[in-house]
């Protein structure tokens, strides 16, 4: 009777997975992901979104007292007030309204516009307000908002403003849409508690002061309205009064109000409109000023000979007031107008003096054009002058201490940047410069490494590459204190297995007044004393390491807070915070708690079979919002006040359960050469182990780390679309990969292909009918493999590299850079220049062997691709077309090194399918496998239809 049992539990499973449908690529536009996650300060209300892949987005509001919720449709970018009053978010267009104006080609202000939704929370209620392209809450005040309407559709007439809810001066019937485009346009400030709205015309840029008293905004005017006004205004947003700052037609930007919202600060220019080169001064205000004053303008004392303001530049406060920050740069050369273009050469001249290749300057050109050196001005001197922190040869800086030390931290690689061609990085020099005075003080000669000051400013600590280990620098005694050497802990990568120097595991935090700082090991956390007076604490007691579980602190504040509240930037001597944990044997992922001051192994709060998103802690109180997935379970969102139990949010993608979807496990295995390796095998829902199984190997470098991470059925750029595989009746395997320098290719070999002899074992896997695939440095290893033997039916290379000979001296065309650092330093893993052992370059070259390939394999090389030279992929099907190999080439016109172009992902979905179902499953040939698509055809006829014929 129990047999028989057993047989219909079976049976009756059995039935239940084959009603189940494998993935299809229409499936891909609506499938959900987690997209923002807020909290309000109070911890009352959750904001978070699900959004689809090509759709329409929904954003909800839970109420976690009461859990009721709100859904917003197509809503996106929400934040809350800081008093928790009130929501604000976009609401996107409907996707087929924005989708038929591209059909139309419609122009960008006669795209559709987003709307501004705006939800009372104590009341509920939703105000929709069209045509919004911007909002702003102030950060710490209440009470008020600002959003700014985006021009009108020019084909419509724009409604009257009533001139009840706006200042008269600023009113103005004319609709925006015969505004130009260096026109502004309406901004509206809403009294939040009233309900009362004030219109203001023209407005280019606008900031809240943090407190949220004040609102400073910039006026273009109308060209088709000399009555509009113009200039820079300061509105009381309790008192309802405006102030002009700067009267008049000009730019005005990069507003700034110090900590305290009393001071006002931009730059501006008032040049002719017709003037090539613009004068930029520096504007200072206050709120007892009636208008703003000009404080650093063209023939400023201490300003360099031939250099100006620059408009390009940020301007900010020290966090004390008394300093202002600013950019300076060289004055522009305005352009020739005697040169005649069509009677001059085009031409770029390469010189090997350069500090930067010229491709590189080209890519760059734009950006450099913009860039601005620091210089800073002391606001209440009695005699002002420019104190210029920064020049050509000292180009970069950081405020110290919120901007209140009296120096900031300089770096250079100037005279070393030629040597970035083969290494890929520079030597630095840093430097202490005074901003009383301008003056230099190297404290650090060529760091390979990098350096960053303390919160507090006492100290710069860095990490030396060169050494492997971490010291600090005494700003007031200029004692430099090595932190980790002597230990018998590494704090750089223990796995480094690239031919260049490793790197370090990286900062934690600072605990307050630059008392310890927080390092990490491979897994554990330790306290330093900057000046080496205690012995380093291993704050996790060393529990990481035994257990082999990496420990990171967890910073739960909201990123836009972090990046404006010193506070984030270091905690408490002895306050308890929170680690991300992973568990490097089963990979599983947990958050732990632990107290900075004490060395003692962390209390495990949660740990899953699940990949965690990071927390966010409600500012106010005690409560946090994330998101968890598995490969199985979408991802979710959930809130919870300490782990114990939690509020699960959202339900991502039910319609999962309709179809086939699949298991992701770890497996391990020995290497010929004796070592360990792992990765992950991922198997249709419906396994049966009596059947044989097809199988895709999937590859770059390590992946294993990946265990639990979800991954959507979606047209990747170029990856392998994992999920619809294995729904689809197919094994993966992803193994991970170490390397040896000099051999990376035999290094491919001796993981991946033992990997899968070792999977092979197993009755369930068809030995005959694997594929491998990869992408860049994955391609690269797919050329490679099917050139030592047999072992695969199938392979497809993305963007590989074929031959390094000719890759070695080419340029990454994204970047500018050339290509030579890769193989002497990192990913290519040479180690040596291709003079020094071109038979390492030649060992290591596919090309070379392609007479004894016999795998049939499909090329991805695209003519736009700016990191591997497409050229790499035509000499790989070039060389295999000449020997008669079975190969296809795809390439995608202008698309990029991993495609961009969704239609372009949904196209190399269905051929990659057509391409493996054929050889490893029997299926028929498509035409584009057996007859090809004539450059006649192109754009007519796609080849997905299949055939009898053979490729």
């Not at 010291?471 to 990568?493: D, E, M, Q, R």
């Not at 504040?557 to 089963?586: I, P």
């Not at 497409?870 to 016109?893: A, C, D, H, S």
Request: hydrophobic letters at 35%; aromatic letters at 12%.
């Amino acid at each position: 009777m129990q047999k028989r049992l057993t047989i219909i539990l079976l049976f009756v499973v059995s039935f239940a997975y084959a009603q189940k449908k494998p993935l299809d690529h229409s499936v891909y536009d609506t499938w959900e992901a987690v997209g923002i996650k807020q909290l309000s300060n109070n911890g009352l209300w959750a904001l978070y979104g699900v959004v689809q892949q090509e759709g329409d987005a929904k954003l909800y509001l839970s109420n976690l007292k009461t859990n009721t919720k709100m859904t917003i449709p197509r809503g996106v970018n929400g934040e809350f007030s800081n008093d928790s009053k009130f929501a604000a978010f976009n609401i996107r267009p409907l996707y087929k309204d924005i989708r038929q104006a591209k059909i139309k080609k419609k122009k960008a202000d006669d795209m559709p516009k987003d709307s501004l939704g705006i939800v009372n929370l104590t009341t509920n209620t939703l105000t929709k307000i069209a045509r919004v392209k911007s909002f702003k809450f102030p950060e710490d005040g209440f009470g008020f908002m600002a959003y700014q309407l985006d021009k009108l559709d020019t084909a419509k007439k724009a409604p009257a403003v009533d001139k009840k809810d706006s200042d008269a001066d600023f009113a103005d019937d004319e609709p925006s849409a015969s505004a130009k485009k260096d026109e502004g346009t309406d901004l509206v400030v809403k009294n939040l508690l009233t309900g009362v709205d004030k219109t203001y015309k023209f407005v280019t840029e606008y900031v809240f002061s943090k407190n949220g008293k004040q609102l400073v905004f910039a006026c273009s005017g109308s060209k088709k309205d000399k009555t509009a006004p113009q200039g820079v205004f300061l509105l009381d947003t309790e008192k309802g009064t405006l102030k002009t700052l700067v009267k008049g037609k000009g730019s005005f930007k990069n507003f700034v109000f110090d900590s305290e919202s009393e001071h006002i600060a931009f730059v501006g220019e008032q040049s002719p409109e017709k003037q090539e080169i613009k004068n930029y001064n520096v504007y200072f205000s206050s709120l007892t000023l009636d208008t703003a004053q000009t404080i650093v303008d063209f023939d400023m004392l201490g300003l360099p000979a031939k250099w100006s303001v620059s408009g390009d530049g940020r301007v900010n406060f020290s966090k004390d007031g008394k300093k202002l920050f600013f950019g300076i740069a060289p004055i522009k050369k305005p352009k020739d107008t005697t040169i005649v273009d069509f009677e001059v050469a085009k031409v770029d001249v390469w010189n090997y003096k350069d500090d930067y290749l010229q491709p590189m300057q080209l890519k760059n050109a734009e950006r450099d054009s913009k860039k601005s050196y620091l210089a800073v001005i002391d606001v209440y001197s009695s005699d002002p002058k420019v104190i210029p922190l920064t020049d050509l040869n000292l180009p970069d800086a950081n405020m110290v201490a919120e901007g209140d030390a009296n120096f900031v931290l300089a770096s250079t690689d100037f005279g070393r940047r030629v040597e970035s061609q083969w290494s890929g990085s520079t030597d630095k020099d840093y430097y202490l410069v005074d901003t009383k005075t301008g003056q230099r003080k190297k404290i650090i000669e060529s760091l390979n490494g990098y350096a960053m000051t303390s919160p507090a400013g006492n100290y710069v600590l860095y990490f030396d590459r060169k050494t492997a280990n971490w010291y600090t620098y005494n700003v007031a005694t200029a004692k430099i204190t090595p932190l980790t050497s002597g230990l018998n802990v590494k704090f750089v990568n223990e796995e480094n297995d690239v031919p260049d120097l490793p790197w370090a595991y990286g900062i934690a935090t600072w605990t307050e007044d630059d008392k310890a700082v927080l390092l990490n090991d491979r897994y554990d956390i330790w306290s330093f004393s900057p000046e080496g007076k205690t012995q380093p604490k291993n704050i996790t007691a060393g529990f990481g390491r035994a257990n082999k579980i990496t420990f990171r602190y967890q910073r739960t504040e909201e990123t836009n807070r972090l990046e404006r509240n010193a506070d984030a930037k270091f905690v408490k001597s002895n306050e308890l915070v929170w680690l991300d944990g992973f568990n490097n044997l089963t990979k599983e992922n947990g958050f732990y708690r632990t107290n900075v001051g004490s060395v003692k192994a962390p209390e495990l709060v949660v740990m899953a079979k699940s990949k965690y998103s990071n927390l966010l802690k409600a500012k106010d109180t005690d409560v946090y919002i994330y998101d968890k997935a598995n490969y199985v379970e979408s991802p979710n969102v959930y809130v919870t006040t300490d782990f114990k139990t939690e509020t699960k949010l959202t339900s991502t993608n039910p319609q999962q359960q309709n179809y086939n979807w699949g298991t992701a496990e770890l497996v391990k295995w020995t290497t010929p050469k004796g070592y360990s390796s792992e990765g992950i095998l991922y198997k249709p829902e419906n396994f049966d182990p009596n059947k044989k199984y097809p199988m895709i190997v999937y590859f770059y470098e390590k992946l294993s780390e990946g265990l639990y991470t979800y991954q959507a059925p979606a047209p990747t750029p170029s990856r392998l679309n994992i999920p619809f595989f294995v729904s689809n009746g197919y094994l993966v395997f992803a193994p991970d990969i170490s390397y040896e320098t000099g051999h990376p290719g035999q290094s491919a070999v001796e993981f991946i292909n033992s990997g899968v002899e070792s999977l092979k074992k197993n009755n369930w896997v068809d030995g005959s009918k694997i594929g491998i695939q990869g992408q860049s440095w994955g391609g690269y290893q797919v050329a490679y493999l099917i050139t030592q033997n047999n072992l695969y039916a199938a392979a497809w290379a993305g963007a590989p590299v074929a031959n390094m000979t000719s890759a070695y001296g080419g340029i990454r065309w994204e970047s500018g850079a050339n290509r030579q650092f890769q193989y002497e330093k990192t990913q290519s893993r040479i180690g040596a220049t291709l003079w020094e052992k071109p038979e390492l370059y030649i060992e290591n070259s596919p090309l070379f062997m392609f007479p004894k390939v016999n795998t049939p394999v499909v090329v991805m090389a695209n003519d736009g691709d700016g990191a591997v030279p497409w050229y790499q992929g035509i000499e790989m099907f070039t060389g295999l077309r000449r020997l008669g190999k079975p190969v296809w080439l795809l390439n995608y016109n202008g698309e990029a090194h991993n495609l961009v172009q969704r239609q372009n992902r949904k196209d190399i979905q269905i051929r990659e399918q057509q391409f493996f179902d054929y050889y490893l499953k029997g299926a028929k040939a498509p035409a584009w496998m057996t007859n090809g698509i004539p450059a006649t055809e192109k754009g007519k006829t796609w080849g997905f239809e299949l055939t009898d014929a053979k490729p």
